[in-house]
């Protein structure tokens, strides 16, 4: 089985045909889930870090951790809304 889709080009004179078997269609599938997987295992690890630490950790720099992490994985990054916030704190309104 092959996927296709036909892709206009912005200045119109050009059009392609994408086309995606169906093994090169489940192999990204399991790519997307790995980088998926890699965010969720270092999320847990940050999450057991941060619940042992006993001095207060700084703010910006889990930030700066989780930025990293989701730079590094980022075909996967956009299913992930993260809040970084104390436990029982209401989540801030954007």
Same mark, same amino acid.
């Given at each position: 089985?092959?996927?296709? &889709?036909? #892709?206009?080009?912005p200045r119109g004179d050009e059009t392609f045909v994408?086309?995606?078997? %169906?093994?090169? #269609?489940?192999?990204?599938?399991?790519m997307h889930d790995r980088f998926k997987t890699r965010i969720d295992? %270092?999320?847990?690890?940050?999450e057991r870090r941060i619940e042992k630490s006993k001095k207060p950790l700084d703010r910006g720099l889990i &930030?700066?951790?989780?930025?990293r992490l989701l730079e590094r994985n980022s075909r996967? %990054?956009?299913?992930?809304?993260?809040d970084?916030?104390?436990r029982g704190a209401p989540r801030e309104s954007a």
């Amino acid at each position: 089985m092959t996927l296709s &889709e036909v #892709v206009p080009q912005p200045r119109g004179d050009e059009t392609f045909v994408l086309c995606r078997s %169906a093994s090169r #269609v489940e192999k990204e599938r399991a790519m997307h889930d790995r980088f998926k997987t890699r965010i969720d295992t %270092a999320l847990a690890s940050l999450e057991r870090r941060i619940e042992k630490s006993k001095k207060p950790l700084d703010r910006g720099l889990i &930030e700066r951790q989780i930025g990293r992490l989701l730079e590094r994985n980022s075909r996967a %990054a956009g299913g992930f809304d993260l809040d970084y916030r104390r436990r029982g704190a209401p989540r801030e309104s954007a």
